[in-house]
């Protein structure tokens, strides 16, 4: 499974294999955020989940937060 996927945080983006979101959302997401999401460790499945939760509820990019 090597090919870019459908972005789930906007309509048009592709992000690449093992990505979570294209660039340009991934750039717009709090650094805080991104610092825990680049952490891969036993949470990691958990934050990911926080991520997709918050995207299917509408939260802009710029107000996901991230706890785990
Ligand atoms: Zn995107």
Redesign the pocket.
Known sequence: MSAATR????P????GPGKY??????NTLPMASRRLLNRRDSRAFARLRQLHTQLDRGVPLTDIRITA
Do not use: A, F, N, Q
């Open positions: 972005c789930p945080g906007c048009s983006g592709m992000k979101l294209c660039l340009g959302c991934w």
